[in-house]
């Protein structure tokens, strides 16, 4: 959330809309928003992100350093032990005396190329030309520096291969100088071959310019052969260059113009890295940015140590910078670097702000993680308040977390005791911890003392970490962070409270809580809820102990298996709202409550009380956690994909009740069908639920799916009406390609499924629409809905044939949960439902919209959508638009957004064949809310200049490689783009009153 706020001006009267999962609260809005395919069997989850699957292999050019100064020898020192014995030997850090640098380079490169076989290998060394040059009076030779000498290029690392790589570092010889720069121009050249049109400089900057590649790189490179094949084969393979070093570059001028000072000052070296990193070298690879990232290794030197030349020519470059302090680590230096290139980082958990507004402090917030390592990060940037551009990071949350100055026995890690129903510290040695917790813990030998080195290594310890520590009692599995990777838990910031509820005693509670610590919360698969001040550092952490398990390969115990394989934990955004409940006192008082799921990590709900962060300590355990609702307390709880919603339900502001209102997930154990769940926030305080009598929870079942094929219900949109802040009505969609609308309104007795035929108890449920294709093949319908007024028809409340409650429903089709997705390239669509009150609506009661790139004047990434007529109006009114999905394997992932008068969405698109098929692609989308037309004006910035003007084309859709959903902040949209990088592109409003532009940022999209 950023700060708990509302104030809403203009727009759609009397509809208010629950705060969606978006990471912030609202007031009392003029629209407000509550928070966000039949199949032959159970879906078949998986436990890895697909976003994430096989790519490439990528292309590593090793540039080994062959200049003079690797002649010089290495010292052997003997370290001596006891009475005289020599303990060990090794070739110190000054590197004098012994084998040759040289020597040495060779031996590490020869010995990691069989580590390295699921990527392409390249190997080049310095091209140094000695010509004779004769002055007035005398001839002398000079040494011209011309670059890099590619002796082998990159290729699948086969048998034969590998022998020419090795017969290349066995040729290698010292002499001359050291061309770093010259030498990465000519290695960023070799990866653009098979192009030779223009390349883009400064992309996206006020000095952007395209120049033809030959004048970009003024003079070829040097192999001998020269290569014949391009080395980026396919659109989704990686370049990638290791320089291994122990100098700075000695001479670096033969560059061109349009690479020297690429950065406005400094040396070449880094001017170069970081033009080849921000360049595409293949443009008409149109897919993804080709580029090519530099990792430096420096060794033998001190000075290269310190060099902060070298550091900015590898982190500039799009890479790190490794220094080996001696011979022995060289070759872990160097796998560490071919490592970072061979493990993916992604993002899938979009995006949070910390304010409503841009000013000189707001921050946005992402996440990340590494496939193979399975760390994560939380990551603050800085956005510039003038303009909005995303700056740096200014923080992450590992960094205090992997500290040396790190005290895992000082966190404050806390869980739930599901029998005695109260919130407990995860520690051994209170003896709270429930009988699953225990037994989970202690899986495999059954004693406290591995359970207790269990919470110890959960807590952060690495006492039995063998990579970090040689004596070690148990073998637990290595981590290269104390933070695991948070896929699509978060993040989720929490400011001071500041809505404007007209309840009773809300605004003291805003006062007293003016001041309170600002936090980010994010779900990670290390088994916890992290919460993080605006510092880094982390001050709850939260186990649930729907987590618990006995079984192998299952629960908290599982992270400890040195033969860990990715499982998902806690992989759901958390939400947060004010809400007036008894919690764990004996009397009713606002706070600030956090809901939280599991996602493919589980079939629970967890609830804490975050009212305070100053009170966050174990001691407070029991009054920070106030219940889990998990498949033990009702089996039609599948897994908790559905991102919950917090609202008040009842006959009036004076007299409802604040519930929980979530969809029941996926492969529930109980009936099959799809239904919406309803808790009470003050249900399961004593520890146990109840559905019947004074009921704890409700639950509406479709009756639509069964035991055999479970059906499940995806993030529902609940609607407040009339805009007094009770809720009204929510709508959701289900895996079998229905969109339900739920009544809310009066008592629990009274809440149903707004659509039925018959009457009473034999009543059947009907959706309001059913989502199929033109071949009838179903479209699952998962993302949360958008809900806004009729932007052109007034709503009609005159008679029973009125038009209530005159929404627009809008939402896209399509999932992306089980492997076989991936590869899915069945017809999706995106969707705007009239609801009128009628049921039962099919696309034969829409009009279509076709959208082909074509239509963009033959730009392949753009799109423009037709503009066929939608008459509402007369006895036989069409209910809406459709729009289908073009591309194979489109679909709708994420929560569409309604801003003026236009919709804007996001599309995804997995891509490739079996090389590429952990790839992706998709488009961002605007259309006209009313009919599905293009807007009336020009909405993207498509010259890169940072404004909207005539020389931007007039689209309704550009290509887009977004990793998550996107969010938007005054006139920029903020994305995550395929490298976990947060980038902001400016975006119009649309105009006119039909969306929800006027409180839309107050919901930080």
């Known amino acids: 959330m950023n700060s708990l ?89 000054n590197w004098s005396y012994g084998d040759s640098r040289m020597d040495t380079a060779k031996d590490v490169i020869d010995s990691v190329l069989d580590d390295l076989t699921e990527t392409r290998v390249g190997l080049a060394v310095f091209y140094n030309r000695r010509e004779k040059v004769c002055g007035r009076f005398v001839c002398r030779n000079e040494d011209r520096y011309d670059g890099a000498n590619i002796l082998v290029p990159v290729d699948d690392m086969t048998t034969a291969h590998i022998t020419s790589l090795r017969a290349g570092v066995s040729s290698a010889s010292p002499w001359g100088g050291t061309p770093l720069g010259e030498s990465v121009r000519d290695i960023g050249h070799y990866f653009s071959k098979g192009y030779s049109g223009q390349l883009r400089l400064h992309e996206g900057q006020g000095n952007q310019i395209d120049v033809n590649k030959s004048n970009v790189f003024a003079h070829s490179y040097t192999a001998a052969p020269m290569p014949t094949t391009a080395p980026v084969d396919l659109w989704c393979r990686t370049n990638n260059l290791v320089v291994i070093t122990d100098g700075e570059p000695s001479v670096d001028d033969d560059v061109s113009n349009y690479l020297d000072d690429y950065l406005n000052g400094g040396e070449i070296f880094d001017d170069v890295t970081a033009a080849m990193y921000e360049v595409d070298l293949r443009p008409d690879l ?68 910390s304010s ?19 760390t994560g990060d939380l990551l603050a940037w800085d956005l510039d308040n003038t303009d909005g551009s995303v700056g740096g990071v200014n923080w992450r949350a590992s960094t205090a977390l992997d500290a040396n100055s790190f005290d895992y026995a000082a966190r404050v890690v806390i869980t739930y005791n599901e029998t005695s129903g109260n ?8 003896q709270e911890l429930s009988a699953s917790a225990l037994a989970d813990l202690r899986y495999g030998e059954d004693t406290q003392a591995i359970a207790v080195a269990r919470i110890d290594y959960l807590r952060g310890s690495d006492a039995n970490d063998p990579e970090r520590n040689s004596n070690v009692a148990y073998n637990f599995r290595p981590r290269e962070s104390h933070l695991g990777d948070i896929i699509h838990g978060g993040p989720l910031y929490v400011g001071a409270p500041e809505l404007d509820w007209p309840h009773a005693g809300y605004g003291a509670f805003k006062t007293s809580n003016s001041g309170r610590t600002p936090m980010v919360y994010a779900g990670a698969n290390d088994g916890m809820l992290h919460g993080f001040n605006m510092q880094g550092q982390e001050k709850l ?228 629409f059913t989502a199929r294709d033109a071949s009838n093949n179903p479209q699952a319908i998962l993302t949360q809905p958008e809900v806004v007024r009729h932007p052109s028809v007034e709503t009609d409340t005159t008679n029973q044939n009125g038009n209530e409650p005159n929404l627009m429903v809008l939402f896209g089709s399509g999932k992306f949960l089980e492997l076989a997705d991936k590869s899915s390239t069945n017809t999706q669509s995106f969707y705007a ?49 459709y729009m289908d999905l073009t591309d194979s394997g489109e679909r709708v992932l994420y929560p569409a957004w309604a801003r003026g008068d236009i919709v804007y969405f996001n599309t995804f698109v997995p891509v490739g064949g079996s090389s590429c098929d952990g790839s992706f692609d998709g488009w961002l989308m605007a259309v006209r809310i009313e009919n599905g037309h293009p807007p009336s004006e020009r909405l993207f910035d498509t010259d890169n200049d940072e404004d909207i003007d005539q020389d931007d084309e007039h689209i309704s859709g550009i290509r887009s490689n977004l990793s998550g959903d996107s969010k938007f902040l005054d006139d920029k949209q903020y994305v995550v783009d395929d490298d976990a990088d947060l980038e902001d592109r400016t975006i119009k409003n649309g105009s006119g009153a039909a969306g929800r532009f006027s409180w839309q940022e107050l919901r930080q999209d």
């Open 5 to 93: 706020s509302s104030s809403i001006g203009g727009g759609m009267k009397n509809l208010t809309l629950y705060p969606k999962h978006k990471g912030m609260l609202f007031g009392l809005l003029i629209l407000f928003i509550f928070t966000q395919t039949t199949h032959a069997a159970p879906l078949a989850l998986s436990d890895h992100p697909l976003e994430s699957g096989a790519d490439a292999k990528p292309n590593i050019m090793f540039l080994l350093d062959n200049s003079k100064s690797m002649d010089t020898k290495t010292k052997v020192c003997n370290q001596w032990g006891w009475k005289g014995i020599l303990f060990r030997r090794w070739r110190c850090l």
């Open 286 to 353: 149109t897919q993804l940015k080709h580029s090519m990232r530099t990792y430096v290794v420096g060794f033998a030197d001190e000075s290269v140590a310190e060099s902060t030349l070298m550091y900015s020519a590898a982190t500039k470059g799009g890479g790190k910078y490794f220094f080996a302090e001696t011979s022995e680590t060289l070759k872990d230096r160097i796998l560490d670097a071919t490592a970072s290139i061979t493990q993916k980082t992604g993002s899938a958990g979009g995006v949070s702000f």
């Open 356 to 374: 409503q507004y841009l000013r000189a402090d707001t921050l946005a917030f992402t996440t990340e993680y590494t496939s193979g390592l399975w």
């Open 423 to 430: 919130g407990v510290a995860f520690r051994y040695s209170n």
């Open 541 to 768: 952490a939260y186990i649930p102990a729907a987590l618990y398990s006995d079984q192998a390969d299952q629960g908290l115990h599982y992270l400890t298996d040195p033969n860990y394989q990715h499982k998902y934990y806690v992989d759901l955004p958390p939400v947060v709202s004010d809400a007036y409940i008894m919690g764990n006192s004996n009397a009713r008082s606002w706070k600030t409550v956090l809901l939280g799921g599991l996602g493919n990590g589980g079939r629970g709900y967890y609830a804490l009380d975050i009212t305070d962060p100053t009170q966050f300590s174990e001691l407070n355990a029991a009054s920070l956690v106030l219940w889990e609702f998990t498949s033990n307390d009702d089996s039609d709880l599948g897994y908790t994909h559905s991102v919950p919603t917090i609202a008040c339900l009842g006959k009036d502001v004076g007299n409802c009740s604040w519930h929980a209102i979530f969809g029941n997930g996926y492969n529930n154990t109980g009936s099959g069908e799809s239904g919406l769940f309803i808790v009470s926030l003050d249900g399961g305080i004593d520890g146990s639920w109840t559905d019947s009598g004074n009921a704890d929870y409700k639950k509406l079942m479709t009756g639509v799916g069964n035991t055999s094929t479970p059906n499940g219900m995806g993030t529902p949109t609940v609607v407040d009406l009339d805009g007094d802040g009770v809720a009204d009505r929510a709508y959701a969609g289900d895996l079998y390609g229905n969109l339900w609308a739920f009544e809310l309104k009066g008592n629990m007795n009274k809440w149903r499924i707004a659509h039925r035929s018959g009457n009473g108890n034999n009543a059947t449920p009907q959706p309001l």
């Open 833 to 881: 439902v009239w609801d009128k009150g009628d049921s039962l609506l099919t696309r034969s009661d829409l009009v279509e919209q076709s959208v082909n790139d074509s239509n963009a004047n033959t730009n392949s990434n753009r799109r423009i959508p037709t503009t066929n007529a939608v008459d509402y109006s007369g006895n036989n009114p069409v209910y809406g638009w």
